[in-house]
């Protein structure tokens, strides 16, 4: 069974930093990326990061591009989103899920975790 856990999750001003980890556990063959998604108050979903678990290869949203990074562990099992330059857009719960195919929908994704939020004052 895959378990993700996120952490590191708060209240940041704007143009701080946090760094969120997301610990796996229980992959197998029908988890091959995992995608960093937000989602804030009466808004969609929306994707943030996709990583192939195999080759660490990550595909970044525009919205975050040259802010968010993203860095893969797979001695740890976690991947860590390193948000950078924060702004209030940026609040919202942030999720890791996991999936067999590259994909910005969330629907396209198996397994998620809990969530932590993110709130960024102005």
């Known amino acids: 069974q895959v378990q993700l856990v996120e952490s590191g999750g708060g209240s940041v001003q704007a143009g701080g930093s946090l760094r969120l980890s997301c610990a796996a556990s229980g992959f197998t063959y029908s988890t091959d990326y995992i995608g960093w998604f937000r989602q804030a108050p009466g808004k969609e979903r929306e994707g943030v990061t996709v990583t192939n678990i195999g080759s660490g290869y990550t595909s970044v949203a525009d919205s975050v591009k040259g802010r968010f990074t993203v860095s893969l562990d797979n001695a740890k099992n976690t991947l860590d989103l390193q948000m950078s330059n924060l702004e209030p857009e940026d609040s919202a719960m942030y999720y890791c899920?996991?999936?067999?195919?590259?994909?910005?929908?969330?629907?396209?994704?198996?397994?998620w975790g809990q969530g932590t939020q993110v709130t960024v004052s102005s």
């Open positions: 899920a996991a999936g067999r195919t590259f994909s910005w929908m969330p629907r396209h994704y198996i397994y």
